[in-house]
């Protein structure tokens, strides 16, 4: 693993475990870049069901919760060394994530 996966793979795990005990503004900012990317996930999850791509059932909310529980989980149990690189564990999760909100099999 490069340096620079490395370091982003601590810093995840940080951030996910470690942001409340942040204080002030820096709390602040993390929570607004949070809720950033978060607001991105839903708006696509939104506009694939807005489109006829995704499972018009689905709760947008839900989904983003679980796009994120999944991702931030992975540092418990991923290993570089493992099956897959990071890259090939990104697109299977890309993979899973997507062909998960698809349209049930009786509207395709």
Same mark, same amino acid.
């Given at each position: 693993? +490069?340096?620079?996966?490395?370091?982003?793979?601590?810093? !995840?795990? %940080?951030? *996910?475990?470690?942001? /409340?005990?942040?204080?002030?503004?820096?709390?602040?900012?993390?929570?607004?870049?949070?809720?950033?990317?978060?607001?991105?996930?839903?708006?696509?999850?939104?506009?694939?069901?807005?489109?006829?791509?995704? +499972?018009?059932?689905?709760?947008?909310?839900?989904?983003? !919760?679980? %796009?994120? *529980?999944?991702?931030? /989980?992975?540092?418990?149990?991923?290993?570089?060394?493992?099956?897959?690189?990071?890259?090939?564990?990104?697109?299977?999760?890309?993979?899973?994530?997507?062909?998960?909100?698809?349209?049930?099999?009786?509207?395709?």
């Amino acid at each position: 693993m +490069d340096g620079a996966a490395q370091e982003q793979r601590l810093w !995840s795990q %940080v951030a *996910e475990r470690e942001f /409340t005990r942040l204080r002030g503004r820096r709390l602040r900012e993390f929570i607004a870049e949070r809720d950033r990317f978060s607001a991105f996930v839903k708006q696509l999850v939104e506009q694939g069901i807005a489109e006829g791509t995704f +499972d018009p059932t689905l709760n947008p909310s839900i989904v983003t !919760s679980c %796009v994120f *529980e999944l991702m931030n /989980t992975s540092g418990n149990w991923f290993r570089p060394s493992g099956e897959l690189s990071y890259a090939e564990l990104a697109e299977w999760f890309a993979t899973f994530v997507v062909s998960g909100l698809g349209l049930p099999e009786e509207d395709r």
